[in-house]
């Protein structure tokens, strides 16, 4: 199984400043044949299902703010908001797609500090 | 657009079997370019891939559950369902159906199912 770990667990930025969540998978999830990275992001508040913010690992779901990005490759990946906003408030979760069993980081909590 | 549900008993007991169903809607589970799944969500944890099944019946189980799970569909009543059998207090939690492509999109609200006697 790939291991899909994230760091921090928990993270506190202030409204306006920049949030940056790291995702390391235990082997490499860039599949040589169309040069993609198979990692997705995903947001969860509270009391509601995980919705999908970045696939390929760096492009934006439809309608997901363009203060969110994706960026890294092979088996480190980052989840960056260039300018936090309180319904940011959340946990992120990445997730790998490159084989079964698909397999999600732990999380991060990102609050407003 | 595809909007997912999940539904079934919210309370089962230890050792016995885990039903639940996924109703599709705004999309059809016979479409051939999408898989169908479920994930779930301890409370307060992280996320577990389950398994998913296509629209021909073909699966993919994950390994750690393989023994006692069965996912299987209805294309006449566009759902697919979760079968979890002998289960414990480890399997209480949020469960999850979702649409694959190769990443989830979208989700269902998701179903508490807690395990005790």
């Known amino acids: 199984d790939i291991v899909m770990t994230q760091s921090p667990d928990s993270l506190a930025v202030s409204l306006g400043e920049r949030a940056t969540i790291n995702c390391k998978s235990s082997?490499?999830?860039?599949?040589?044949?169309?040069?993609?990275?198979?990692l997705a992001w995903y947001q969860q508040k509270p009391g509601q299902p995980p919705k999908l913010l970045i696939y390929?690992?760096?492009t934006r779901e439809s309608g997901v703010p363009d203060r969110f990005s994706g960026g890294g490759s092979g088996t480190d990946f980052t989840l960056t908001i260039s300018s936090l906003q309180a319904e940011d408030v959340a946990v992120y979760f990445c997730?790998?797609?490159?084989?079964?069993?698909?397999?999600f980081g732990q999380g991060t909590k990102l609050e407003i500090k | 657009q595809v909007q997912l549900q999940e539904s079934g008993p919210g309370l089962v007991k230890p050792s016995e079997t885990l039903s639940l169903t996924c109703t599709v809607s705004?999309?059809?589970?016979?479409?051939?370019?999408?898989?169908w799944s479920w994930i779930r969500q301890p409370p307060g944890k992280g996320l577990e891939w389950i398994g998913y099944?296509?629209?021909?019946?073909?699966?993919n189980y994950n390994p750690s559950l393989k023994s006692r799970v069965t996912i299987s569909i209805d294309t006449s009543k566009n759902q697919f369902s979760l079968k979890l059998t002998s289960v414990t207090a480890a399997d209480t939690a949020v469960y999850y159906c979702?649409?694959?492509?190769?990443?989830?999109?979208?989700w269902g609200q998701g179903t508490l199912v807690t395990v005790s006697s």
């Open positions: 979702a649409r694959i492509w190769t990443w989830f999109d979208p």
């Open positions: 705004g999309g059809s589970v016979s479409s051939g370019s999408y898989y």
């Open positions: 099944i296509f629209y021909s019946g073909s699966t």
């Open positions: 082997q490499s999830v860039l599949y040589s044949s169309n040069n993609k990275n198979y």
């Open positions: 390929w690992a760096s």
């Open positions: 997730q790998q797609y490159y084989s079964t069993p698909y397999t």
